[in-house]
T-cell receptor, first 113, second 112 residues
Framework: DGGITQSPKYLFRKEGQNVTLSCEQNLNHDAMYWYRQDPGQGLRLIYYSQIVNDFQKGDIAEGYSVSREKKESFPLTVTSAQKNPTAFYLC????????????FGSGTQLSVL | QKEVEQDPGPLSVPEGAIVSLNCTYSNSAFQYFMWYRQYSRKGPELLMY????GNKEDGRFTAQVDKSSKYISLFIRDSQPSDSATYLC????????????FGQGTRLTINP
């Protein structure tokens, strides 16, 4: 089945620690995205990538980093510089950077210990 | 003022009722309008996608766009307990998904 796989489902971060969230897609989509969702708030864009080896900051990129070495993979690192990392993180993809239809993974809940 | 406003609810209705979910927006350049359904602790799934003004129907779901009033709606007929979820509106000027603006979501519960 085609889709987007996010792992792990739950993740705990200690203070001062960097953690990496995995996102893999087999939809052959060019564009991939990371969103953060906080209770009662809409989705906020962290980073996006329209093509391999290229990515752009979204609205709330501070304290996060990404890489796009393969078309299928777009991992997100939450660094120690992100002071309020507790949130539900969603990875998404679209056929191209010009297509508005997003397909989402099932999310990763990150909490601080 | 937020670019997209959506009543967060929660909204609770009996099974079989007609549900109306709404969003208002301020950017007159928005042309693409979407509704996503998100079950608890899951990723959103695209439910309806419309371009410009008008209505679009898909089974029990109808999406309505009124660009003159900057108002979009999602109607659910014959609502079922399985429709219980958070519904997110999203809209775009057509410059790609990175420009999508989401509402904060309305939490809906259908009571058997």
């Amino acid at each position: 089945d085609g889709g987007i796989t996010q792992s792990p489902k739950y993740l705990f971060r200690k203070e001062g620690q960097n953690v990496t969230l995995s996102c893999e897609q087999n939809l052959n989509h060019d564009a991939m995205y990371w969103y953060r969702q906080d209770p009662g708030q809409g989705l906020r864009l962290i980073y996006y990538s329209q093509i391999v080896n290229d990515f752009q900051k979204g609205d709330i990129a501070e304290g996060y980093s990404v890489s796009r070495e393969k078309k299928e993979s777009f991992p997100l690192t939450v660094t120690s510089a992100q002071k309020n990392p507790t949130a539900f993180y969603l990875c998404a993809s679209s056929m191209s950077g010009h297509n508005e239809k997003l397909f989402f993974g099932s999310g990763t809940q990150l909490s601080v210990l | 003022q937020k670019e997209v406003e959506q009543d967060p609810g929660p909204l609770s209705v009996p099974e079989g009722a007609i549900v109306s979910l709404n969003c208002t927006y301020s950017n007159s350049a928005f042309q693409y309008f979407m509704w996503y359904r998100q079950y608890s602790r899951k990723g959103p799934e695209l439910l309806m996608y419309t371009y410009s003004s008008g209505n679009k129907e898909d089974g029990r779901f109808t999406a309505q766009v009124d660009k003159s009033s900057k108002y979009i709606s999602l109607f659910i007929r014959d609502s079922q307990p399985s429709d219980s979820a958070t519904y997110l509106c999203a809209m775009s000027t057509g410059q790609g998904a990175q420009k999508l603006v989401f509402g904060q979501g309305t939490r809906l519960t259908i009571n058997p």
